[in-house]
């Protein structure tokens, strides 16, 4: 069986006007040593400067939407990196 978690964490400075928490981001240079120890110190929140927001569709809040437009920036609310 293929599974997978998506493990949250509290907000960096771009995803605390949006939300009190975000997905935990693993950098690539990490991986092998949470998959060999499952090493719960590097569940932190993505640096700050990292990443970038914007607003898209409200069409995101159903399930029975699906394609890749709907993710297609609406607004920009600040570049970040």
């Known amino acids: 069986m293929v599974s997978y978690a998506i493990i949250t964490t509290g907000p960096n400075r771009e995803m605390r006007g949006v ?32 990443l970038e927001a914007f607003q898209v569709s409200e069409r995101v809040n159903s399930p029975k939407n699906d394609g890749p437009d709907i993710i297609d920036p609406v607004t920009t609310l600040g570049s970040f990196s």
């Open 19 to 50: 939300h009190d928490r975000m997905p935990a981001i693993l950098p690539e240079k990490e991986e092998r040593q949470w998959l060999a120890a499952a090493d719960t110190g590097l569940l932190a929140p993505a640096p700050d400067g990292s």
